[in-house]
């Protein structure tokens, strides 16, 4: 799925498919939140190829979520998406600096 088309597009495109046990999928949502919401403050502990997997699984439980017709349940997700965008941002930064001018 291409991830430069917005949440909102992307969650009302399409019917959802049968919704099956949400309950299972809000709490891995909430663990993986809780797990990842001070990326930020750790921001410097993980490599890049860290920051992009942690990325990549959130985007694939909003997908879920979506999925299962419990899009609005992944709000905090998208919060969780912007932090890790900052924490790439300043990991990328922070390589930069260490580099050095050219």
Known sequence: MDRTTSRADRCSTGS?????DRMALLKE????TREHADIIARYHLHTMDDLKRIEEEC????????????????????????L????????????EGERGPG
């Open 16 to 20: 959802p498919v049968p919704k099956g």
């Open 29 to 32: 949502i909430a663990a993986f």
């Open 59 to 82: 985007w694939r439980l909003h997908d879920e979520a979506c999925s299962r017709g419990a899009c609005g349940s992944a709000g905090e997700l998208v919060e969780l998406e912007y």
């Open 84 to 95: 890790i965008g900052r924490a790439k941002e300043m990991k990328a930064k922070r390589m």
